[in-house]
């Protein structure tokens, strides 16, 4: 069965650096785009960044673009997402996502604090 599991979240203070990894099973990883979101307490989930199956093109949400990259290894079956310059206001469960067959998959999420 499709598995998304996120790890690399914490609590980092403000400007700091945190890199978030997906490692997926149950599909061939390759094939799929992946994506990842954000939800705060008391908001919407909202799209971070999301990446083409190659890893040849990406896009990023208004909020996190120029600070955050997304990358993935499709030989270790893993996304990733580096983010640099944090501010108080990313902080959020970070998920991973991937969309195959009609449903949508999604991990558990790791928390991520950014708070001095």
């Known amino acids: 069965q499709v598995q998304l599991v996120e790890s690399g979240g914490g609590l980092v203070r403000p400007g700091g650096s945190l890199r978030l990894s997906c490692a997926a099973s149950?599909?061939?990883?390759?094939?799929?785009?992946m994506r990842w979101y954000r939800q705060a307490p008391g908001k919407e989930r909202e799209l971070v960044a999301r990446?083409?199956?190659?890893?040849?093109?990406?896009n990023y949400a208004d909020s996190v673009k120029g600070r955050f990259t997304i990358s993935r290894d499709n030989a270790k079956n893993t996304v990733y997402l580096q983010m640099n310059s944090l501010k108080p206001e990313d902080t959020a469960v970070y998920y991973c996502?991937?969309?195959?067959?009609?449903?949508?998959?999604w991990g558990q999420g790791t928390q991520v604090t950014v708070s001095s």
């Open positions: 996502n991937t969309y195959l067959a009609t449903t949508n998959y």
């Open positions: 149950g599909f061939t990883f390759s094939y799929y785009g």
């Open positions: 990446i083409s199956s190659s890893g040849g093109i990406s």
